[in-house]
């Protein structure tokens, strides 16, 4: 109902299941989140508590303010993979390699464009980045060169570099990689694999703690 599902899909093809991250999670429960913080920081000063409306479309409305901008400004056509940022530009999408695996390249800025075009040794004068008559030559250029190694040996050429290119891992690939693991970004809670509480907080280090179970008479008094 927000327009963010109809902009989310290959071309010609229907919209792509974002998982429920961008409803439930990011537009209902983080904008929930958000809202009870500042109510409670509202209500610490003036004493006076309120209402929290957090509403799942008012959420993904709002993370759709960038393109609102761009499209009241004829920078972004209102039809999927047709943008920047939506996979119709090459240097900003995934590729599938050799093996079948995928990468992801998010090469947006110049700087970091400039340093994909030599990890994939294609020469920098070649392509105009910006010059969207360019990106169909520019996408299959890339997308046979991509094809040439695995996902593997990609992610290796480009690991010491800020080319922006990634491997697109499983989530239980995810959990033993080692850039994620120097992060702690994983933890085992009783043998469940999981993700560490985020944020972080200097000050207050946050932890996963056991739940307590109480018998009904217990659970009945400590809510009363």
């Keep these: 109902?927000?327009?963010?599902?109809?902009?989310?899909?290959?071309?010609?093809?229907?919209?792509?299941?974002p998982l429920n991250l961008v409803g439930d999670y990011a537009g209902g429960a983080m904008f929930l989140?958000?809202?009870?913080?500042?109510?409670?920081?509202?209500?610490?000063?003036?004493?006076?508590?309120?209402?929290?409306?957090?509403?799942?479309?008012?959420?993904?409305?709002?993370?759709l303010s960038l393109f609102h901008a761009y499209l009241s400004t004829d920078n972004w056509r209102d039809q999927a993979a047709s943008n920047l940022l939506d996979g119709a530009a090459p240097f900003y999408r995934c590729y599938p390699c050799k093996d079948g695996g995928h990468v992801a390249v998010g090469s947006l800025e110049p700087q970091f464009y400039t340093l994909l075009l030599a990890g994939l040794d294609i020469p920098?004068?070649?392509?105009?980045?910006?010059?969207?008559?360019?990106?169909?030559?520019?996408?299959?250029?890339f997308a046979a060169t991509f094809l040439t190694r695995t996902r593997q040996e990609w992610e290796d050429r480009f690991a010491r570099t800020d080319a922006c290119v990634s491997p697109v891992l499983?989530?239980?690939?995810?959990?033993?990689?080692?850039?994620?693991?120097?992060?702690?970004?994983?933890?085992?809670?009783?043998?469940?694999?999981q993700s560490a509480p985020a944020p972080r907080f200097s000050g207050t280090p946050t932890e996963i703690r056991p739940s307590v179970t109480l018998s009904s008479a217990d659970a009945l008094a400590a809510w009363l």
Aim: proline share 3%.
């Design 124 to 141: 920098a004068d070649r392509y105009s980045q910006n010059d969207k008559d360019q990106w169909p030559a520019m996408e299959a250029d």
């Design 170 to 193: 499983s989530m239980r690939e995810a959990m033993s990689h080692p850039a994620n693991a120097a992060r702690n970004m994983f933890t085992d809670h009783r043998g469940v694999t």
């Design 33 to 63: 989140a958000l809202g009870m913080v500042a109510a409670l920081l509202s209500a610490k000063t003036t004493g006076k508590g309120q209402v929290v409306d957090a509403a799942m479309v008012d959420g993904v409305a709002n993370l």
């Design 1 to 17: 109902m927000t327009g963010a599902l109809h902009a989310i899909a290959q071309k010609g093809q229907a919209p792509t299941v």
